[in-house]
């Protein structure tokens, strides 16, 4: 019984010893000096690449109206700092903004081969009705954005979910005006 407590312990000992000990080192070919893997700080600070020539199919990549390019800023009633929404020319939040253009593509959240197809940073995107609709090729509700002002101020009004009246956020132009309504109920908003 001791010998087998003895040999346990050790196993689980060098277990955990091999755990902590680092697994991947590169050597660079011009000099002599190992590269540790970076570090979490480091890591959180790429971005994903924009790819504005891949290609999908079914759809194309196409251009967001002008009206809607620009910053944004929203407040969050837990934080006191604003999130930032980048909407470019061809980008949404740095995913590629595209076109649904064969109406008879069926989209399947639940197929594998349409998850590895249309995995990648790109997002479908309409406007109609003075409004810009936003979501990923896969999901099955839009994120729906409206022009409009709130105390004077410029901002998106923004709907989710299946009723696209209803107002459950929005960004501002003005960083000031997006923490200071942080926590204001917009539902209340017609």
């Known amino acids: ?19 902590c000990a680092p697994t991947h080192h590169q050597v660079s070919k011009t000099s002599t000096k190992i590269e540790k893997h970076p570090s979490k700080k480091q890591s959180q600070n790429i971005t994903p690449k924009i790819d504005l020539h891949k ?52 989209l399947d959240h639940n197929s594998e081969k349409q998850n590895k197809e249309y995995a990648g940073n ?24 409206k022009l409009g002002k709130f105390k004077g101020e410029d901002c998106l009004l923004m709907s989710y979910g299946t009723n696209p009246k209803a107002i459950n956020g929005v960004a501002f132009k003005d960083k000031q005006a997006a923490l200071k309504y942080r926590k204001y109920d917009f539902s209340k908003i017609k």
Do not use: C
């Open 55 to 106: 290609k999908y199919k079914g759809f194309k990549l196409t251009t967001v109206p002008e009206q809607y390019r620009g910053t944004w800023y929203r407040g969050d009633p837990y934080s006191k700092k604003a999130t930032k929404l980048v909407i470019t020319t061809h980008t949404f939040n740095g995913s590629v903004t595209y076109q649904k253009i064969d109406h008879n593509l069926k």
């Open 122 to 145: 790109a997002v479908m995107i309409t406007t109609d009705n003075s409004s810009l609709k936003e979501r990923g090729f896969l999901d099955a509700v839009d994120m729906v954005y």
């Open 1 to 19: 019984m001791k010998k087998l407590f003895f040999t346990s312990t050790l196993l689980l000992t060098g277990l955990f010893l091999s755990g």
